[in-house]
């Protein structure tokens, strides 16, 4: 309403009392204050709903906020945990429950022992007597192939300290105790008598006895112990010359490291035909973990790649790991190795590998894997679900344990009535619970891990002669982590290569039983002299062959 207007038509009035008009012009007055009063609230009440309307979106901008802060925390404390565990705690991945024994068991069975030495020794003071033998059940008999070497100890005296009378023998005790010689060097000294023929002058001598180092000063037992010493039990060249120097032995490292290289040579042969083997299987396991290479340049330290492929246990014939060292993690590396070959191929998740199924080779997924994404929650924070899935995983393989001694066939028929079925109720079980679980949390992470590549995960379960997991492979590589923390970095890239060949015949003499250091020495002193044509004889598959 326009109060003005009415005012200026009230005031110009006529016929209206004065005191009446005046009445009037304060109610329209009053009117019109109460109209701007009414304008302004409404304005407060629009404003207020619009602040209020930014508050309920700002609340729920921060609410959401605060959820994804939570997953970020709870994934930060998965993390943390599994570095801690890594790092301080027990790395396996086995489900334990209260009683699980201390992890310093040695240090206690050791403490133990003394405090039980301490004890006899006193009882026997109390007693001014021998205490009584006492029986330590659980001491394992020492290996029978060990050699024995008999220490006789007869008394100072065959005449009766009683009585003094001769005595006669009627028997004898025997106790055996471990007993080692550390490395003893000695030197050989190879004499070619020279002999001449007094009718012609024509001089003779045996020829030289062969060797894969011709001049080098060196026996083969000392390259293979050198080879085993840095291969297997991981010792750099600079400790196995403090080790030289421990006997008033110059073994300087220029020298050790030329040794090596030659020796890397003479058996990349066998390295390369242990490759060639492995491609004839079906069935193969692949993984890849870092090292450290020597950048050339620069003198920095570069990340290069260890590969290993695995023969399948579950197939027929000896067990076979190849090693191959690579600059980078690409999926060329494998593509290249395994160029032209057919058959099932057991890795994680890594993507390298993808190019691969598409050109005739067939994925196996690895179910330890996927286990281990429940169990790293499980460590950090048990809860009923992780739990349950750990429960189910546990059930297909102790089906794995039941049927490891099976036949293929048996193998096939008991995985196709109990692992199948289990199978299929996993996959239900884990697609509910995937459906459930909060977008972006670890427990959706390790679900959606499992079902993604879950057709390759369960192919194992309709043949008898394919393998659950990549263990085999991951346990090959375990070696690797151990050794990089010795010798730290690979000195180049020919070196990566070497030590590759090297590992591959020493880690699979392990696998079919031979001892390294025994084979590695057979193979040496035959190798000079060895054809071509029977190269095949000399790999580490089989018990040394009789001469």
């Given at each position: 309403?326009?109060?003005?207007?009415?005012k200026h038509r009230l005031q110009h009035a006529e016929g209206i009392p004065s005191p009446l008009r005046e009445e009037l012009l304060a109610l329209l007055e009053q009117a019109a204050h109460v109209e701007q009063n009414a304008s302004a609230f409404a304005q407060r009440a629009a404003?207020?709903?619009?602040?209020?309307?930014?508050?309920?979106?700002?609340?729920?901008h921060a609410e959401r906020h605060a959820a994804q802060l939570q997953q970020h925390n709870e994934r930060l404390q998965q993390e943390v945990a599994y570095l801690r565990r890594m790092r301080y705690g027990v790395k396996s991945e086995r489900v334990v429950d209260s009683h699980q024994r201390s992890l310093f068991e040695e240090d206690i069975e050791a403490d133990l022992e003394a405090a039980q030495v301490e004890l006899d020794k006193l009882a026997a003071a109390s007693r001014q007597a021998k205490p009584a033998k006492q029986r330590r059940p659980g001491r394992?008999?020492?290996a029978a192939h060990l050699p024995r070497e008999d220490v006789l100890h007869e008394p100072a005296s065959y005449d009766c300290p009683e009585c003094g009378k001769a005595m006669r023998k009627i028997g004898e005790d025997v106790t055996e105790k471990l007993s080692v010689q550390p490395a003893v060097f000695s030197v050989k000294r190879h004499r070619y008598p020279k002999y001449a023929c007094h009718a012609c002058q024509a001089i003779h001598q045996a020829p030289s006895a062969p060797s894969i180092i011709d001049g080098g000063g060196v026996e083969h037992d000392v390259l293979a112990w050198l080879a085993v010493a840095k291969y297997i039990d991981h010792l750099p060249l600079y400790r196995l010359e403090q080790i030289g120097a421990r006997h008033e032995v110059a073994l300087s490292r220029t020298k050790l490291a030329q040794w090596?290289?030659?020796?890397?040579?003479?058996l990349a042969p066998l390295a390369d035909r242990l490759a060639e083997l492995l491609r004839q299987r079906q069935c193969l396991h692949a993984d890849e973990t870092p090292v450290a290479q020597l950048a050339p340049k620069t003198g920095k330290t570069e990340r290069g790649y260890q590969w290993v492929y695995r023969s399948n246990d579950l197939?027929?014939?000896?067990?076979i790991v190849v090693y191959d060292y690579q600059p980078s993690r690409k999926g060329q590396h494998a593509r290249n190795m395994l160029d032209g070959w057919r058959g099932y191929l057991m890795v994680d998740a890594y993507s390298g590998y993808d190019a691969l199924f598409t050109g005739g080779v067939v994925e196996l997924g690895c179910m330890a894997h996927a286990r281990r994404k429940f169990f790293d929650?499980?460590?950090t924070q048990p809860t009923p679900i992780t739990t349950e899935a750990l429960f189910r995983f546990g059930q297909l393989y102790e089906i794995e344990r039941e049927a490891k001694e099976m036949s293929i066939e048996d193998r096939a028929a008991l995985?196709?009535?109990?692992?199948i079925p289990l199978l299929t109720e996993f996959e239900a079980w884990l697609t509910e619970i995937g459906a459930r679980a909060s977008p972006s949390s670890g427990l959706q992470k390790a679900v959606m891990y499992t079902i993604s590549r879950w057709a390759s995960r369960v192919r194992y379960a309709h043949s008898g002669d394919l393998p659950i997991d990549n263990n085999p492979a991951e346990n090959a590589l375990r070696p690797i982590a151990i050794g990089r923390k010795n010798w730290l970095f690979y000195g180049t890239e020919r070196a990566g290569h070497r030590a590759s060949s090297i590992m591959s015949l020493l880690t699979t003499a392990k696998l079919n039983g031979l001892e390294p250091y025994a084979w590695l020495l057979d193979t040496l002193n035959k190798l000079p002299t060895w054809p071509t044509s029977r190269l095949d004889e000399l790999l580490p598959l089989a018990p040394l062959p009789q001469v």
């Open positions: 309403m326009d109060f003005t207007a009415q404003h207020a709903e619009q602040k209020v309307t930014l508050l309920a979106q700002q609340a729920a394992l008999p020492l090596v290289g030659r020796l890397g040579v003479a197939e027929p014939g000896p067990r929650l499980h460590a995985r196709r009535r109990k692992s």
